[in-house]
């Protein structure tokens, strides 16, 4: 039983991220501010505020439409996962300051009342999904290097 959803998990993950990942970059599209207000809170000009949010907004969409079609699978894999650790990242050091802004993150903006906890939050989110990501990788690739080996032994 546990095994049959894991299976499941795994096949629809890469679908799941690119949904969220799509779901990110349309909520960016649309309401561009609070993200680009995060950076600003840091001391950042609007005007690479503005460049940096416009370039991850381009980068979840193509991402997420990658990953919905399995487009360059392994690269995407890649990508996905080192945008979601710069993520973290940004999470991280923004959970380090005194009084943390925003972060402009799709979903985080009102779970709690504390922008550290949200920080924080996001960080465990985020974590689960690199975890998932790269279960996805394993098991997608080691499949793949499983047949390959066979079929050179036939």
Request: a neutral charge; glycine letters at 6%.
């Amino acid at each position: 039983m546990i095994n049959k959803f894991l299976a499941l998990l795994l096949k629809a993950a890469p679908t799941l991220v690119g949904i969220l990942l799509l779901y990110a970059g349309i909520y960016k599209i649309l309401f561009p501010s609070e993200a680009t207000y995060a950076l600003e809170a840091l001391s950042m000009s609007y005007g690479l505020a503005a460049m940096i949010i416009a370039t991850v907004t381009i980068l979840e969409l193509y991402l997420g439409v990658c990953l919905i079609c399995k487009i360059c699978f392994r690269f995407t894999l890649i990508a996905a996962s080192s945008l979601f650790f710069g993520f973290t990242l940004f999470l991280w050091y923004l959970s380090t300051l005194a009084d943390p802004p925003g972060c402009g993150c799709l979903g985080l903006e009102t779970v709690f009342e504390s922008t550290r906890a949200n920080a924080v939050f996001g960080i465990l989110r985020n974590c689960v999904i690199l975890w998932v990501l790269k279960a996805v990788y394993q098991d997608h690739f080691r499949s793949l290097a499983g047949l390959e080996s066979s079929q050179s032994h036939s």
